[in-house]
C-alpha cells in the first residue's frame, strides 16, 4: 500500500526557516514525481515544488523561487522541502503527493505551517 507521510511542519517567525520531509513507502521510489502543495485557509491548493526522483528535475512556483529547495534522499525514501525566509503567505498546510498525468494520484495527511509577524 502507498503511504505518504509529511512532517516538520510547526510556528516560526517572519525570515525564520522549516524543513519539511516527506516519508514515501509502498512503491517503487525512483519511478516517481513526487510534488509539495499547500492550502492556506479559505483558498484552492496550490503547487509548491516537485521533483524527478528519477533525473532530478525540480518545479517552483514563482513565488517560492530562490527561498525553498526541494530534495531527495533515495536510500532514504524521503523528499525535503527546505523552506527558507518565510513570509506570512506561506501559512498553510503542506502535503506531499505523488504526481500524475491530472494530478495528485496519492497523499498523505499534511502538516502545518504557520508564519507569524
Known amino acids: 500500500d502507498v503511504q505518504l507521510q509529511a512532517s516538520g511542519g510547526g510556528l516560526v517567525e517572519v525570515g525564520g526557516s522549516l524543513r519539511l520531509s516527506c516519508a514515501a513507502s509502498?512503491?517503487?521510489?525512483?519511478?516517481?514525481?513526487i510534488a509539495w502543495f499547500r492550502q492556506a485557509p479559505g483558498k484552492e491548493k496550490e503547487a509548491v515544488s516537485q521533483?524527478?526522483?528519477?533525473?532530478?528535475?525540480?518545479y517552483y512556483r514563482d513565488s517560492v523561487k530562490g527561498r525553498f529547495t526541494v530534495s531527495a534522499d533515495n536510500a532514504k525514501n524521503t523528499v525535503y522541502l527546505q523552506m527558507n525566509r518565510l513570509t506570512p503567505e506561506d501559512t498553510a498546510v503542506y502535503y506531499c503527493?505523488?504526481?500524475?498525468?491530472?494530478?495528485?494520484?496519492?497523499w498523505g495527511q499534511g502538516t502545518q505551517v504557520t508564519v507569524s509577524s
Open positions: 509502498g512503491f517503487t521510489f525512483d519511478n516517481y514525481v
Open positions: 503527493a505523488i504526481v500524475g498525468d491530472g494530478g495528485y494520484d496519492y
Open positions: 521533483i524527478d526522483i528519477n533525473g532530478g528535475k525540480t
